[in-house]
């Protein structure tokens, strides 16, 4: 059974970083196929950043120069790693990976900017 867990979440005044991470579980584990994507409350889910099968990244134009997307294979873990926190980053944030057919997301951490 796959599992995804996300973790690093939580309050940061505007400006700050946080460091979000993902941690896969299981026999399945698939770099090329991963990424972040989030969710602000009254909005649709969207994608923050992805890493492509050829291992480039690509991040959505709102978080480019701010947000970074890093991973260990042998950890089997996917980092977000977020400068310059806006106020409008404020979501809950999830991880997908998806190999083959399937798509594995995480239960989501909360990112709150706010003063």
């Known amino acids: 059974q796959v599992q995804l867990v996300e973790s690093g979440g939580g309050l940061v005044q505007p400006g700050g970083s946080l460091r979000l991470t993902c941690v896969v579980s299981?026999?399945?584990?698939?770099?090329?196929?991963m990424g972040w994507y989030r969710q602000a409350p009254g909005k649709q889910r969207e994608l923050v950043g992805n890493i492509t099968p050829g291992g480039s990244v690509n991040y959505a134009d709102s978080v480019k120069g701010r947000f970074a997307i890093s991973g260990d294979n042998a950890k089997k873990t996917m980092y977000l790693q977020m400068n310059s926190l806006k106020p409008e980053d404020t979501a809950v944030y999830y991880c997908k990976m998806s190999h083959l057919q399937y798509e594995y997301w995480g239960q989501g951490t909360q990112v709150t900017v706010s003063s």
């Open positions: 299981g026999s399945i584990f698939s770099f090329g196929g």
